[in-house]
T-cell receptor
Framework: TQLLEQSPQFLSIQEGENLTVYCNSS?????LQWYRQEPGEGPVLLVT?????EVKKLKRLTFQFGDARKDSSLHITAAQPGDTGLYLC???????????FGKGTSLLVTP | DAGVIQSPRHEVTEMGQEVTLRCKPI?????LFWYRQTMMRGLELLIY????????DSGMPEDRFSAKMPNASFSTLKIQPSEPRDSAVYFC??????????????FGNGTRLTVT
């Protein structure tokens, strides 16, 4: 059973479009992290959200942590080909120590 | 900062052979993690160490898998004997964990293992 469910699994859009990807769970997380992974490389941290309801912006990327700390979303405005990659969410449960990862959303942005 | 260094980058071996994957974490980090990534199952945590001590190895699939961390700058993941279903990308990651938690992971570029 996957602790974190990400949707959609695949997304193909054109440059300039907006998109939102989701990360959902029935568990409460003390924090949630978003990573981006490019082919042949390891995941790289984008952001960490800690407080329920928190919103963080990273240039054209907006991350939101749900009020109950069970879910999160990532919104990208005016997507660019450089945004192409696998977006992974990862959560640390209150009693846990290591991060549990979702399967990711594979994003393709075409010119 | 050299980052997390993994070797080899690619490993092709025959079923039944022993495979050893190596990892050098970022200097000063106190936690080390081994993950396995496949299309079907995504990133799965195999084992993690804190201050060189294994904390949780419940993700290790079978007794064929073993991991060691003899010192703060080196870890190995060994598969003996290897099987075709072990084919995957194996990632090592390290972090500096403090009392607050929320420590970001720094990943290596992985070892792509193919067992024929």
């Amino acid at each position: 059973t996957q602790l974190l469910e990400q949707s959609p699994q695949f997304l193909s859009i054109q440059e300039g479009e907006n998109l939102t990807v989701y990360c959902n769970s029935s568990s409460v997380f003390s924090s949630l992290q978003w990573y981006r992974q490019e082919p042949g490389e390891g995941p790289v941290l984008l952001v960490t959200v800690v407080t329920g309801g928190e919103v963080k912006k990273l240039k054209r990327l907006t991350f939101q942590f749900g009020d109950a700390r069970k879910d999160s979303s990532l919104h990208i405005t005016a997507a660019q080909p450089g945004d192409t990659g696998l977006y992974l969410c990862a959560g640390e449960v209150d009693s846990g120590y290591a991060l549990n990862f979702g399967k990711g959303t594979s994003l393709l942005v075409t010119p | 900062d050299a980052g997390v260094i993994q070797s080899p980058r690619h490993e092709v071996t025959e079923m039944g052979q022993e495979v050893t994957l190596r990892c050098k974490p970022i200097s000063g980090h106190n936690s080390l993690f081994w993950y396995r990534q496949t299309m079907m199952r995504g990133l799965e945590l195999l084992i993690y160490f804190n201050n060189n001590v294994p904390i949780d190895d419940s993700g290790m699939p079978e007794d064929r898998f073993s991991a060691k961390m003899p010192n703060a700058s080196f870890s190995t993941l060994k598969i003996q004997p290897s099987e075709p279903r072990d084919s995957a990308v194996y990632f090592c990651a390290s972090s500096l964990r403090d009392r607050r938690g929320n420590s970001p992971l720094h990943f290596g570029n992985g070892t792509r293992l193919t067992v024929t």
